[in-house]
């Protein structure tokens, strides 16, 4: 495998990790009917952040991220890419 290819499939793995932190925390909720659509939900990025913190303090998330800064700064960008109100496919259903 390619370098370029490997170091694609490491950021879409960091980026999973930190999507299933910040779902974990409720910042983001993955809807029941629609399992690739995720949007916001009650809790405040800093959930996430805390909870990510948390799981590298105890050794839960070794060699997933290269810091704590790159932690952080992956879980903001996989809430800003989810930030929508609600699921999309479920707007869609209801208006047709």
């Not at 499939?9 to 925390?25: D, N, P, T």
């Not at 409720?26 to 913190?53: F, T, W």
Request: aromatic residues 6%.
């Amino acid at each position: 495998m390619g370098g370029a290819k490997r170091m694609m499939e490491e950021e879409e793995s960091k980026r999973q990790v930190a999507l299933g932190i910040a779902i974990e925390a409720g910042v983001l909720e993955q809807c029941p009917s629609h399992d690739d659509c995720v949007y916001l939900g009650g809790e405040e990025i800093e959930s996430a952040y805390k909870l990510a913190n948390y799981k590298v303090s105890h050794g839960e998330l070794a060699d997933v991220f290269d810091d704590r800064r790159e932690m952080t700064d992956i879980i903001k960008a996989v809430v800003d890419d989810n930030s929508a109100d609600e699921c999309y496919a479920c707007t869609k259903n209801w208006k047709e």
